[in-house]
Antibody, heavy 113, light 112 residues
Framework: EVKLQQSGDELVRPGASVKISCKAS????????MYWVKQSPGQGLEWIGT????????SYNQKFKGKATLTADKSSNTAYMELSRLTSEDSAVYYC??????WGQGTLVTVSS | DIVMTQAPLSVSVTPGESASISCRSS???????????VYWYLQKPGKSPQLLIY???NLASGVPDRFSGSGSETDFTLKISRVEAEDVGIYYC?????????FGSGTKLEIK
């Protein structure tokens, strides 16, 4: 069974950074791209970027360049997304998704002082 | 960027009846390989999105065959036959043809 287990909700201060993890199981981690998607409160879905773990290649939505950094650890089958210089606009639920089909449970990031 | 436009914003359906949701893309989603890269998702309240339809008309694993997808290069339809209470939520279309991947703004389905 394919599972994507994301790290827990985060409360972070403005200006700080946060790193979210997404641990994959039930499939060969390097065989599939991992997407990251943002959902602001009461809003729709916004693609942040994609990482291909096999070749460590990333592609980003221009809007999130400089904001998000995607990495993957093949030894632990875990994908990561770091968000930097956080503001209130970054408060949202963030999802990882294995290609188009399987989604993590989401990680709520709240930016507040 | 490819813009995905959904209609209606919301729909209220009597259990057992059918519902249709439309999605229009600002550019053809038909790849030269013959695949149309439009996808449909359902986000139930408080849950992650779940894949319903992939590549315009293919039913995802475990999804009831009451759901079906159809369309052309730029106009797409999700049809739900015999709507049930468990179908409530927000439906999104999305395109995975090219970066940036983009999604429609969602259609909320409610039960009468």
């Amino acid at each position: 069974e394919v599972k994507l287990q994301q790290s827990g909700d985060e409360l972070v201060r403005p200006g700080a950074s946060v790193k979210i993890s997404c641990k994959a199981s039930g499939y060969t981690f390097t065989n599939y791209a991992m997407y990251w998607v943002k959902q602001s409160p009461g809003q729709g879905l916004e693609w942040i970027g994609t990482i291909i773990p096999l070749i460590d290649t990333t592609s980003y939505n221009q809007k999130f360049k400089g904001k998000a950094t995607l990495t993957a650890d093949k030894s632990s089958n875990t994908a990561y997304m770091e968000l930097s210089r956080l503001t209130s606009e970054d408060s949202a639920v963030y999802y990882c998704a294995r290609s188009e089909a399987y989604w993590g449970q989401g990680t709520l990031v709240t930016v507040s002082s | 960027d490819i813009v995905m436009t959904q209609a209606p914003l919301s729909v209220s359906v009597t259990p057992g009846e059918s519902a249709s949701i439309s999605c229009r893309s600002s550019k053809s989603l038909l790849h030269s390989n013959g695949i149309t890269y439009v996808y449909w998702y359902l986000q139930k309240p408080g849950k992650s999105p779940q894949l319903l339809i992939y590549r315009m008309s293919n039913l995802a694993s475990g999804v009831p065959d009451r759901f079906s997808g159809s369309g052309s290069e730029t106009d797409f339809t999700l049809k739900i036959s015999r709507v049930e209470a468990e179908d409530v939520g927000i439906y999104y279309c999305g395109q995975l043809l090219e970066n940036p991947l983009t999604f429609g703004s969602g259609t909320k389905l409610e039960i009468k």
